[in-house]
């Protein structure tokens, strides 16, 4: 045997000491046990003694006096739960993920929201003059009624006017959601459309659309990029084509802020679109003249004769058609 020291010999001798100390208890309490007899020779108790030397288990047996009266059966019920309703199925008519389309977008896509576009703004052409009732045009109106969006969804993409459109009424202004009440508007600025035929931001922008998610969404917004950076091309074209270089859309508002500022409210590049349409461009400079806001031409840092804005307006061409064939390259390739 190792020598343990003086300590561990210590330890060891006292934990045999306290062993025989319980083994002669359990001893003496079954003898106690055997001899514990009632008068009438029956033991009142019976005392069951376990082998085990640290511990022992005493079951007694109740008088019949004592004998409590046994309780009420209690009986559990547990019910089921109900099956919670079918969830209907989406309509016949709506896309499902049983019919899920590419990503990219293809040639007619793009000309079928190109054509929508124009649609919308024949169709929401405001009055003539001062505008009384609201009117709005924008990215919800344009897709709300598209039929690749699911009807459940319409009422949400029709919100979606605020990301991107022009609204007014007779009591405010808004570009691309922001407002302002015409009490507060100093004036109106007019601008050449060159500066806002802006492309390199679309892919952001429409990436960014907080769109709800439905089978074909993503090639949706591709045709929706593919199809503004188109009709801005053809914007330009257009102008270019039938000399009409000088015209101005009400693309800003300067308006009243705290502490005596004065902040701008500036079009992007769909609601500049918007507001090249005649009509909502003349309704929202009357409705703005009848408010008393003046109405003024802004300072542009651009060509001063026609031959400097057509050579400007050849480049802006230019740029959103490369824009156009890198839109095309990235938005839909699948990773």
């Known amino acids: 045997m190792p020598d343990i020291g003086g300590f561990g010999r210590g330890l060891l001798k006292g934990a045999l000491s306290a062993t025989e100390k319980a083994a002669d208890k359990v001893k003496d309490a079954a003898e106690a046990a055997s001899h ?30 004592e004998v409590a009266e046994p309780e009420p059966e209690i009986t559990l019920v547990v019910k089921t739960a109900e099956p919670l309703p079918a969830v209907p199925a989406a309509p016949a008519d709506e896309p499902s993920l049983d019919d899920e389309p590419e990503d990219r977008a293809d040639e007619s896509d793009v000309h079928e929201l190109v054509d929508r576009f124009k649609q919308v703004l024949d169709e929401r052409r405001p009055p003539a003059g001062p505008i009384v009732d609201p009117w709005a045009t924008g990215f919800g109106t344009l897709l709300a009624e ?21 609204a007014y009424s007779s009591d405010e202004v808004a570009f691309d959601g922001d407002d302002v009440p015409w009490e507060k508007v100093v004036e109106v600025r007019t601008h050449l459309l060159i500066p806002y035929l802006v492309g390199d931001a679309m892919a952001q922008q429409v990436e960014s659309l907080p769109m709800p998610w439905f089978p074909g969404r993503k090639r949706l917004l591709d045709a929706l990029g593919q199809a503004l950076l188109t009709i801005s091309i053809a914007t330009a074209k257009d102008q270019l ?9 009400p693309a800003q508002i300067v308006y009243k802020a705290s502490f005596g500022r004065k902040k701008e409210l500036n079009a992007g590049l769909v609601s500049a679109l918007v507001l090249f349409e005649p009509a909502v461009n003349e309704s929202l400079i009357a409705t703005a003249r009848a408010k008393g806001v003046p109405v003024k031409a802004a300072d542009e840092e651009l060509g ?3 031959e400097e804005l057509a050579e400007q307006l050849r480049e802006k061409i230019a740029t959103l058609e490369a824009e156009l064939d890198r839109f095309k390259k990235r938005f839909g390739r699948k990773d």
Request: without cysteine; aromatic residues 2%.
């Open 304 to 306: 001063t004769n026609a």
């Open 241 to 249: 084509t039938r000399d009409e270089l000088g015209l101005r859309i």
């Open 36 to 65: 514990k007899l009632s008068d009438d020779g029956k033991p009142a108790a019976t005392q069951v003694v376990t082998a085990e030397p640290a511990a022992s288990k005493v079951a007694e047996e109740p008088a019949a006096s």
């Open 146 to 166: 598209h039929p690749k969006i699911p009807k459940r969804l319409r009422g949400l993409v029709t919100r979606l006017d605020r990301f991107g459109g022009v």
